[in-house]
């Protein structure tokens, strides 16, 4: 019989490359120098990772020697024929110890480096330009017909755009710009660019300034959000984007000009709209809509005549008429209240969700909402996450014989109901008529977050309760804590 062998230890170079290439990438670029240094096998595992992101923010006391390490890194890459699947640079270039043109140069040739091996397919840049006035659009990784996403985020630096749009074949399919000031004059110049992607799906503007204007034309457009917060951005307009089934708008314009917002997209089929409402509204028919948000408050100064503001509300709600599921925020349903536009006709709305958000009179802009859905069978009342939890009942509740005097047309339908308790006395006589009148109910949820006393309101609401309705008390009470109550 042959003597047991003695077990080795296996060592950290010993794993499989695929798993330690996962390890790595949670490893900063000192740390990679460091094991390098190791061992050759642990040398050619740092080498071989096709996962790199470059970053000198946890420490920028490397100096020259530093530069010159990744450097060296960069040049055994290309050498030994690495191919990289993803590459990110995150570098800033406030209180730099070398040069800061020869530093920005050295970053665009890292960059150049990971592109032209031709196989990088995701490129993430985050540049911290404190000290330089503007950077320029990577051409390099545009002309890369392996980059399918970029995501580009500069802390609110100038993007020098082309002065004319570049010819290429590009392969780019999602885009992203955040905290980026277009440079003067160069409104045509973003939406030449951006119509130059043929394959572009996804297009993502987060925080875009340095435009008035802005239109977007490319065609393949699948996705499209922009975010645009305190910004002098005054118009803006999607033409003709016929692929285009999900369309996110957050907007705060901060200039007092006239501000206009065009939307052409026959199948879009999900749409959410957050911010101030514009002076000009124009949304072509959108047959498919499915889903649709809107959280929109008025000028804190009006612009027009009460006769212009409604009827820029009545085309907002026109536009999203033939949605199934609806989000309206609470201060928007006030505003339509306010100007005379509710009730009105949601036909085909069969989950309707009002988010409240402000302690101003709920019941009469909810009950004239709810006077136009026909088909309802989802009622969802939610509070805002920023709404304090202890919000005072009003002093003149609603009984449940004014929630009867309503008529709703929806009752005999609703399936199931969603409360979260806001103002208290008055969701309570609510429940109780939709559990008395709702012949089909399923399922009535309540959730509160302020102190309550579940067994007399279950008690008090048991005696409408039909034996057919199951009903849900929910807590989250006590640091989170959740707590389930089921009759």
Same mark, same amino acid.
């Given at each position: 019989m042959k003597p047991p062998t003695k077990k080795?230890?296996?060592? &950290?170079? *010993?794993?499989?490359?695929g798993a330690v290439h996962n390890v790595l990438d949670f490893l900063g670029m000192r740390d990679i120098a460091r094991l390098c240094v190791v061992s050759k096998r642990c040398r050619e595992l740092c080498i071989s990772?096709?996962?790199?992101? =470059?970053?000198?923010?946890?420490?920028?006391?490397?100096?020259?020697?530093?530069?010159?390490?990744?450097? $060296?890194?960069m040049a055994l890459r290309c050498l030994h024929g690495v191919? @990289?699947?993803?590459?990110?640079? $995150?570098?800033? &270039?406030?209180?730099?110890?070398? *040069?800061? *043109?020869e530093e920005y140069y050295r970053v665009e040739t890292w960059l150049q480096h990971a592109v032209n091996q031709g196989s990088v397919a995701g490129v993430r840049l985050k540049f911290f330009l404190l000290g330089r006035q503007?950077?320029?659009?990577?051409?390099?990784?545009?002309?890369?017909?392996?980059? @399918?996403?970029?995501?580009?985020? /500069?802390?609110?630096? =100038?993007?020098?755009?082309?002065?004319?749009?570049?010819?290429? /074949?590009?392969? =780019?399919?999602s885009l992203q710009l955040r905290h980026v000031q277009i440079e003067n004059n160069c409104?045509?110049? =973003?939406?030449?660019?951006?119509?130059? &992607?043929? #394959?572009l799906k996804v297009l993502k503007l987060d925080k875009i300034s340095g435009i008035k204007a802005m239109t977007i034309t490319s065609s393949s457009i699948e996705i499209l959000s922009i975010v645009s917060v305190d910004s002098h951005l005054c118009d803006v307009e999607i033409q003709q984007l016929h692929k285009l089934y999900e369309l996110n708008l957050v907007w705060f314009p901060k200039s007092s000009s006239s501000t206009s917002l065009k939307i052409s997209a026959p199948n879009l089929q999900t749409f959410q709209w957050s911010g101030i409402t514009v002076d000009d509204y124009c949304m072509r028919d #959108?047959?498919?809509?499915?889903?649709?948000?809107?959280g929109l408050h008025l000028p804190a100064q009006s612009k027009g005549n009460p006769d212009s503001t409604k009827n820029n509300l009545v085309k907002i709600l026109h536009s999203v008429q033939k949605a199934r599921h609806l989000k309206l925020y609470g201060c928007f349903v006030e505003a339509l209240l306010k100007h005379g536009c509710?009730? &009105?006709?949601?036909d085909n709305v069969e989950h309707l969700t009002v988010i409240r958000s402000s302690s101003g009179d709920q019941v009469l802009p909810l009950s004239s909402l709810l006077r136009g859905t026909t088909n309802l069978k989802l009622l969802s009342l939610h509070v805002c996450a920023s709404v304090t939890n202890s919000m005072p009942s009003s002093e003149l509740p609603f009984k449940m014989e004014y929630w009867q005097s309503q008529n709703f047309m929806f009752t005999h339908q609703l399936k199931k109901v969603v409360v979260h308790l806001f103002d208290k006395e008055n969701e309570i006589e609510l429940i109780k008529y939709l559990l008395t009148n709702a012949q089909e109910l399923e399922l009535m949820t309540i959730l509160y977050s302020s102190p309550l006393s579940s067994s007399d309101v279950i008690i008090e609401l048991k005696k409408f309760k039909k034996p057919s309705t199951k009903l849900i008390l929910y807590s989250s009470l006590d640091n989170h804590r959740h707590h389930q109550s089921h009759y």
């Open positions: 080795q230890n296996s060592g &950290f170079s *010993d794993l499989p490359d990772n096709p996962n790199l992101c =470059l970053s000198n923010i946890e420490d920028k006391s490397g100096g020259p020697h530093f530069y010159s390490f990744v450097d $060296r890194f191919m @990289t699947d993803r590459f990110a640079i $995150r570098w800033s &270039f406030e209180g730099s110890v070398v *040069d800061q *043109d503007h950077f320029s659009l990577p051409l390099c990784v545009l002309r890369c017909n392996s980059v @399918t996403f970029l995501d580009i985020d /500069a802390e609110n630096a =100038l993007l020098k755009l082309p002065s004319a749009p570049p010819y290429f /074949a590009s392969e =780019l399919q409104n045509c110049n =973003l939406g030449e660019l951006l119509s130059s &992607f043929k #394959s #959108s047959p498919d809509l499915l889903q649709a948000l809107i509710l009730p &009105f006709s949601f």
